[in-house]
């Protein structure tokens, strides 16, 4: 069974439910989706409604190629859709792979839920995929995404220049950050303890 194949699963834990995309999670993304604040860092921009059909239309078509494992995420405590997130760059060959295309609404953002989120991705790719490396890449400007990589413990290892272009035109420099197999049992144990025990070891 391949990554793609094998990534396509539920995950969960006492705080999060990621469930692979589908299309009856259609409305219940869009309902969190338009929030200009969102994508401000995201190399896709989702202002309105076409927009959002476009953005979904394309996750979907992703998740069912097998390009990405495409997840919803739903916040356990109120049983409501807080966002997104993939597994994707899947170099199964070299035993690498990225975790990305991270987004969360505005009601969910700062309450750990990107934290657990993160914590099952990684779990599923180093104890089930058997990944050497997992990496993540952002924004040179996305401070906060920048701090949030650091308190879980990924390490930063460079700037590609001029790497994309973003929506309104701007060249964007991606920072790149890992993980190795090497370093998972401590990064696990830092990342169980919760949020800011965590960011507080980091």
Do not use: C
Not at 12 to 38: F, K, M, Q, S, Y
Not at 117 to 140: C, P, Q
Not at 190 to 202: N, Q, T, V
């Amino acid at each position: 069974m391949s990554w793609s194949e094998k990534a396509a699963t539920t995950l969960e834990n006492e705080h999060v439910l990621l469930t692979p995309i589908g299309e009856a999670d259609r409305e219940g993304v869009r309902a969190v989706a338009l929030d200009p604040e969102i994508w401000r860092y995201f190399t896709v921009a989702v202002g309105d409604d076409a927009d959002f059909e476009a953005f979904f239309d394309s996750n979907l078509a992703e998740h069912t190629a097998g390009r990405r494992a495409v997840y919803v995420i739903t916040d356990r405590r109120s049983g409501r859709i807080a966002g997104s997130m993939s597994l994707l760059s899947f170099a199964e060959k070299d035993r690498r792979l990225e975790i990305g295309a991270s987004w969360l609404g505005r009601d969910f953002r700062g309450r750990g839920i990107n934290h657990w989120a993160k914590l099952l991705l990684l779990r599923h790719s180093f104890e089930v995929l058997e990944a050497e490396r997992v990496e993540f890449k952002t924004d040179e400007l996305n401070v906060q995404a920048r701090k949030g990589l650091r308190n879980i413990g990924a390490t930063e290892e460079g700037t590609l220049r001029s790497f994309n272009y973003m929506p309104g035109g701007r060249r964007r420099d991606a920072v790149f950050y890992s993980i190795l197999r090497a370093e998972w049992p401590r990064v696990l144990d830092a990342l169980s303890r919760g949020p800011k025990k965590a960011a507080a070891s980091a």
